[in-house]
């Protein structure tokens, strides 16, 4: 039998996380079969287990690909030249333009982490790896002049990990939830940490922090 393409491999292992992510966020970790997954994505089971030969292997692979995805998105922030736009266009990502069932997913997987030891480890690594990078962003824009917290660095990366962590919760459990709302609310919030250092007053990243906060302000 001749072998796959990788590029085919890595379009069918997606295909299989795809059903995963459905499931897991439908059901829950417990309640979720293979054979659903198996169902959702159309495939056998001999098929699934080429790739992954678990569910804790299905939420490492969901983790990995979502870590591998974050990090192009911080990298991104990290160049832009006004920095709390592109802080609010990732929040908007997370928490008004992605499928409700993604926030579901991390929720769940937040809670299986305190049952399952394996999901335990692969939650601690992505919360460290998120942390991680949030502090080599901050700590690059101090650097820069970009920025001036009162707070310790690895403070602040924390922080906004606990922020992102409670939109989560809340986009999942509130109804009444509006991200387009929340999200520029967040973002003047952060600001008055970072504490950003603009050349003039008026000056982009400035500029954005007071229309966030005062959205009726250019009536």
Known sequence: MPKLKPAIQRARRDHVLNAAEVCFARAGFHRTTVQDICKEAGISPGALYVYFDSKEALIAGICERERAAFAERLATLADAPDFLKALQELGEHYFVHEPLYKAQL??????????????????????????????????????????????????????????????????????????????????????GLLKPVTPAAGAPEQQHVLEAANPSSGD
């Open 106 to 191: 991390c929720l769940e997987i937040n809670l299986e982490s305190t049952r399952n030891a394996r999901v335990g480890e692969i939650h601690r690594g992505v919360d460290e790896f998120i942390d991680a990078g949030f502090e080599r962003l901050f700590r690059r824009l101090q650097a820069e002049g970009r920025i001036a917290p009162d707070l310790e660095i690895p403070t602040l990366a924390r922080m906004l990990s606990v922020i992102g962590d409670g939109l989560f919760c809340r986009r999942v459990v509130d109804p009444t939830f509006d991200g387009r709302a929340m999200v520029p609310a967040t973002v003047a919030l952060l600001a």
